[in-house]
């Protein structure tokens, strides 16, 4: 798996749109957001149809057209430097294919910021546009607003992104070693829900996969993770980094189906590693050379997540 493109680093006083890619995003959450981000010197604009609710399915933000057309808006306006997602959900599966691929790739490479639903733009990105991403917190999301730690993280990978080039986990290592390779992964449901799309890998082959969910139990757990090895999807895959598991049931459940399914891969794979949905999540770039030491619970990126 090859390195991506990184985009240039933020400065003080780089624009940033804010967009809403998936679910409908809170009106007050969204200042408090935006006064964060004016706090680091940043100047955001506001997409549009952040705060539109579609008609029809109350868990979208707007229609598919309009979201999309927004994602586009700010990609190709060559005066905003970085394009933070307001939440997840979902409904970025719904508009990928509305999306001007040519034209996004034309307007060159500019920090990209979200998780969750968000995943499927990661992939999409790395896949049409050869362009790395950061996996982080999102401009209205309860952790970005509430935790110290979850905005110093990204504060830091935006602006000084070689102070952050280690991730440390405090959790053991399920198959001990080490790896290296290429930075991907994100909400595990959504990696397997985008298999066979245009916009999906072939395989993690070669890469260092990051994977975390929300809300899926066990078995629910076994079944994505099953389908991911029955699809060869994780044929070569070079290591495991496991994120968050919040709301997904006893972890010593957990536990035992991430050493079934990925045990016998034979990789290093280790746990607990604070990105995703999380308190205090970190932010994870995708598309970034790195290695993973599962018996030292370490990350290290080889080169700053942004130039």
């Not at 679910?23 to 705060?51: F, K, T, Y």
């Not at 005066?79 to 599966?93: E, K, P």
């Not at 040519?102 to 307007?107: I, K, Q, S, T």
């Not at 459940?253 to 016998?264: A, C, K, S, T, Y």
Request: charged share 20%; aromatic share 6%.
């Amino acid at each position: 798996m090859r390195e991506l493109t990184r985009p240039a680093r933020l400065a003080p006083g780089a624009r940033v749109a804010v967009v809403a890619p998936s679910g409908p995003v809170p009106e007050e959450r969204l200042q408090s957001g935006l006064d964060i981000l004016r706090g680091w010197d940043l100047d955001p604009v506001v997409a549009p149809h952040v705060l539109d609710r579609h008609d029809g399915f109350r868990y979208l933000a707007g229609t598919d057209a309009d979201r999309a057309a927004d994602l586009q808006a700010a990609w190709c306006d060559p005066a905003v430097d970085a394009v933070l997602c307001a939440r997840g959900g979902y409904g970025v599966q719904r508009m990928a294919d509305l999306l001007d691929w040519d034209a996004l790739r034309a307007a060159g490479p500019k920090v990209f910021v979200g998780f969750s639903d968000i995943t499927a733009l990661h992939e999409a990105f790395a896949v049409r546009l050869g362009l790395a991403t950061l996996h982080g917190p999102m401009a209205a999301g309860i952790d970005f607003l509430k935790n110290a730690r979850a905005q110093e993280h990204l504060r830091a990978t935006l602006f000084e992104p070689e102070s952050v080039r280690t991730l440390v986990s405090p959790g053991t290592a399920l198959v001990p070693g080490r790896a290296r390779g290429v930075t991907l992964g994100g909400c595990v449901s959504l990696l397997a829900a985008d298999l066979g799309t245009p916009h999906a890998r072939p395989s993690a082959r070669g890469g260092l996969l990051m994977i975390e969910d929300v809300g899926e139990e066990a078995y629910r757990l076994d079944r994505i993770l099953t389908q991911l090895l029955r699809s060869h999807w994780l044929d070569g895959v070079a290591g495991i980094a496991l994120g968050s598991w919040v709301d997904c049931g006893p972890y010593e459940e957990l536990r035992r189906v991430f050493l079934d399914r990925l045990g016998p891969l034979g990789v290093p794979v280790a746990e607990d590693f604070g990105f995703g949905h999380c308190e205090g999540a970190l932010t994870v770039p995708f598309g970034v050379p790195a290695e993973l030491d599962a018996d030292a619970g370490t990350l290290t990126l080889w080169e700053p997540a942004l130039r």
